[in-house]
T-cell receptor
């Protein structure tokens, strides 16, 4: 069966520090991968999505970047965090090649920038 | 661009029926999904409608009208554990609405 791993669960970082969040998927190949951010009590904002290795689409101009160095690995990064980068970050995958319209989410990372 | 509109909050009593509406504007529409998220947790998939009509899955049903760009999630026989946020999402890069917080009271 397929599983998605996301870590860390919580992170407290000072303003101006770098960020690296990692997400890996097991049990499937060539998944579509997504990064979302959710502010407290709000909806999910699509940040990046990827249909393959090295293929990244950015949805919102911001202080973040994403990379996909391997088929089942998706990384969210920042060189210098801002206060506004605080939020709940969620990684997700889908298998659209099989006509699967479902998104499967990781457990999320609560990021607090202080 | 995309926009999805949902009520921000709904309150209902245990055992009742509640309907959460979603209207959307998007290009390249393929279908409408619904997700449930409990506080502090990750969203989980509930249902998906690609065609007009009603899809039923246990106590939950979802409806879509493509001509009206409208859908809803129907929750029957409400239980306390149904207290959560519910999101509609358009299946085209998976854009989400702002979510509806459902409060179920005894």
């Amino acid at each position: 069966s397929q599983t998605i791993h996301q870590w860390p669960a919580t992170l407290v970082q000072p303003v101006g520090s770098p960020l690296s969040l990692e997400c890996t998927v097991e049990g499937t190949s060539n998944p579509n991968l997504y990064w979302y951010r959710q502010a407290a009590g709000r909806g999910l904002q699509l940040l990046f999505y990827s249909v393959g290795i090295g293929q990244i689409s950015s949805e919102v101009p911001q202080n973040l970047s994403a990379s996909r160095p391997q088929d089942r690995q998706f990384i969210l990064s920042s060189k210098k965090l801002l206060l506004s980068d605080s939020g709940f970050y969620l990684c997700a995958w889908s298998d659209l090649s099989g006509g699967d319209e479902k998104l499967f989410f990781g457990s999320g990372t609560q990021l607090s920038v202080l | 661009g995309q926009s999805l509109e949902q009520p921000s909050e709904v309150t209902a009593v245990e055992g009742a029926i509640v309907q959460i509406n979603c209207t959307y504007q998007t290009s390249g529409f393929y279908g409408l999904s619904w997700y449930q998220q409990h506080d502090g947790g990750a969203p989980t998939f509930l249902s998906y409608n690609a065609l007009d009509g009603l899809e039923e899955t246990g106590r939950f049903s979802s409806f879509l009208s493509r001509s009206d760009s409208y859908g809803y999630l129907l929750l029957q026989e409400l239980q306390m554990k149904d207290s959560a946020s519910y999101f509609c999402a358009v299946f085209n890069k998976f854009y989400f609405g702002s979510g509806t917080k459902l409060n179920v009271k005894p």
